[in-house]
């Protein structure tokens, strides 16, 4: 299989705390360097002002927590969901572009590059790299967006992704279970009543509630954490049950297929017992996928990771004043510089992924 | 960049050079693709992307290895193991005598890389002897996956029939197939082989019909009979009925148990053709003599210019060269098939891991979502449904597959190759024109049935 010998698996799969790691990592990375250079700034506005416009003014500007970024991510992230229907993309494009956005977070942080531009370009490079492919041009003239500022943030987002670019889902695998499922019911006296029964109308909507399950799985980190298989297996169960069928016979066919092909050395029952303990997991992941983000809230936050984002600019184009570099630098040549500086596919940003321990 | 020391230009690409240099501090002699990104009206274009995450997801011993991947200035840089010959500069010299052992060896390489791609799910599309790069130790391995896409996907839509040059395409391309497998590539595998023994093309076609022409010639007219559905393919041809020849009248000096295999590989029912593992698997590879083992193959031809200057210029990178290890193989005469590959069957739907619906079994076109994945492991043999159009394709209209946008060599760019040939055939004085890339003339093929494609499916 070849998920297993995948980028994926070498190096996109974390345990729950190496994610919150890296991001509070980079968050802080980025607020010393900003920060550093604000100080200066504020003492003189310090200087001017009356005493509590500072402490407002910083408020205002107070740049998004990490528990803000994630709100903030998942919000376009469904976003992204929304845009890919719209377009008639196949899951695949849908789901590799949020893997892709949320890939890219764990390298950069939204304090660096505004999620707008990033979730753009991610849609389109999915386009690409699942072979469903639309132009630049059609794609933003749909979405009244700049061509240019979406092909330029290309080369970053692919940086971003360590140029890792197949990425595995759990649709395709949703797929391949509920067609098993059919297959046992026509090999029969493998399933219980309730599943060798389950079939036409109740069956479309056990699929289609699986279906939405893994869409609201793909808004949080579950992807990131857990086989695609195995969203994919939690989500069938959750779809059953919404269908008030129980799924357990289904699982115990596919455990011991799992030990007869001998891939784990446990016992069918071990198995079982692993998946049951994943699900118990995943569905938590689930619960907080299905969870609406506030729109309002968001907008509250995107407009301070903007101040932030404006603020932090601004100071650097001042430094770059200094060096007279400010003008003679178009604003590629500038992120290509920055990407470079960041280092390739083995550089720096690499270094907190190869932590990533399993093989 | 500043990692690597840049040494002389080894070709110019349709979309950038390709520059030899050495690893500043591991000494690894590499060769650098640089993409130019600057008046990209698309972005990154589609066949470095290609090439990109394919290789990234592949290791394999009989693949050339993407090393790393960077950003610099306006252009990205892709930095490949450097390989210093290629499987059609050795086929092409006539100062080298490549055995019936040597043959082996070769094609087992050659199947090696091949059934790695397929387990991954990857089609390369772009079989041909100047794709197979040649190590001074003897090591060869597939590169150049700018045509190269993933396949079995249940939300697919069809594939183009653009893909491989004219001399390698299989007969169900020529004919205009969309929904094809990794049989494609064993077909022009075959080909590569017939090669290997001929020492010349065997299909050396001028035009997509007389490739046909020349493929059943030889290999006699398909019937619907022989080859079920091949009359409704899209571009389908008559052709006057001919016999087959028997493969001995043309390769008189090959084995029985080589003629046996190549006579599979170039089955023109692309469900009839072998896979690449069952051709490791098949009784040519067990009988005598035994492949050479690549250490004590033919040193292959450079492909430089001039290869005088290329000693004098570079003599450092050159004496270097020989001891750079290719990737992770280290490999002694005991080249152990099992090693390279691993098990094929154990594709499944576990617990741990996703599963990916078979490809093109008639199941795919009753249910949307595609079938089980127990059927994905005979894909090769999945019948001759491969050949037609699906259903769902109908139902669902998936944006179009980007045609294939153009050639980017390998480490050596198309261009060289051909001026290399060029040379080497006037050197033999050989005749022959020179071999078809991808011409524009296909592209705009491709363009035309992309256009098409927008209306209402013709014959499926």
Known sequence: MNFETSSQRKRWVFSPEELAELRAKRHQAVLDIVTKEETPQLEGAEQTGNGDKPAKQAKKTRPPSLAEEAALLKYYAGKMQDMCRAFGFPNKVQAAAVLFLKRFYLTYSTLEHDPKNVLLTAIYLAGKVEEAYIGAEEFCKRLQQDEEAVLSTEPLVLQGLSFDLITYTPYSSLSGYFADLEDCQKEGGVLDEALQELKGESLTKARAAAKAAVDALMLTDAPLVFPPGQLALAAMRSGCSKVKILFGSFLSRVAKKAQEEGRSGSSQEDIVQELRSAFARIDSYGAEGSQQVNADEVKKIDRRLKAFHTAAKAKSASQHKDNGLEKSKSATQQMFKEAEHQGSMHGPADEPLAKRLKT | ?460
């Open chain 2, 1 to 460: 960049m500043d990692k690597y020391e840049k040494g002389e230009k080894l070709g110019q690409g349709q979309f950038g050079v390709v520059y030899k240099a050495r690893h500043k501090e591991t000494e690894q002699i590499v060769a650098i693709k640089k993409i130019h990104l600057g008046k990209a009206k698309e972005g990154i274009n589609m066949t470095a992307l290609r090439e990109i995450k394919l290789l990234k997801e592949l290791e394999s011993p009989y693949i050339v290895r993407l090393l790393d991947v960077f950003p610099h200035k306006r252009n990205l840089s892709l930095v490949y193991e450097f390989l210093d010959s290629d499987l059609e500069c050795l086929i092409r010299d006539r100062a080298t005598i490549i055995s019936a052992a040597d043959v082996k060896s070769y094609m087992q390489m050659l199947l090696k890389g091949l059934v790695s791609c397929h387990m991954h799910w990857i089609l390369h599309r772009d079989i041909k002897p100047n794709n197979f790069l040649i190590s001074m130790s003897g090591e060869m391995k597939l590169a150049d996956f700018g045509l190269a896409r993933m396949f079995g996907h249940p939300e697919d839509g069809r594939y183009t029939s653009q893909v491989f040059t004219r001399w390698y395409r299989p007969p169900e391309l020529l004919f205009g197939s969309t929904c094809y497998g990794p049989s494609v590539d064993m077909w022009a595998a075959g080909c590569v082989f017939a090669e290997l023994l001929l020492r010349r093309a065997w299909f050396p076609g001028d035009s997509d019909l007389d490739q046909l022409g020349k493929i059943f010639q030889a290999l006699g007219t398909p019937t619907e009979a022989s080859w079920p559905g091949c009359t409704s393919l899209p571009q389908y041809v008559d052709f006057n009925p001919t016999p087959a020849q028997p493969l001995r009248t043309i390769f008189r000096q090959a084995s029985e148990d080589a003629l046996a295999l190549l006579a599979q590989m170039v089955a023109l029912d692309p469900s009839r053709r072998i896979s690449a593992r069952d051709a490791l698997a098949h009784p040519y590879f067990r009988n005598a003599p035994q492949p050479t083992p690549p250490s004590q193959l033919p040193k292959p031809p450079v492909r430089a210019h001039n290869p005088l200057k290329l000693a004098a210029k570079g003599s450092s990178i050159l004496q270097a060269a020989p001891a750079v290890q290719t990737g992770p193989m280290k490999q002694n005469g005991s080249s152990n098939p099992g090693a390279a590959m691993p098990e094929l069957g154990t594709e499944s739907t576990t617990a741990t891991t996703g599963s990916r619906p078979a490809p093109f079994s008639t199941a795919a076109a009753a249910s949307v979502d595609g079938p089980p994945t127990k059927r994905q492991r005979g894909s090769d043999g999945s019948s001759a449904a491969a050949d037609v159009v699906r259903e769902d394709s109908k139902a669902n209209p998936a944006p179009q597959e980007e045609p294939a946008s153009g050639m980017l060599g390998g480490p050596v760019s198309e261009h060289d190759a051909r001026e290399d040939e060029r040379r080497a055939l006037t050197d033999i004085g050989f005749e022959a024109g020179p071999r078809p890339v991808l011409d524009m003339e296909d592209l705009r093929d491709t363009r035309k049935r992309k256009l098409n494609w927008d209306a209402p499916l013709n014959g499926g």
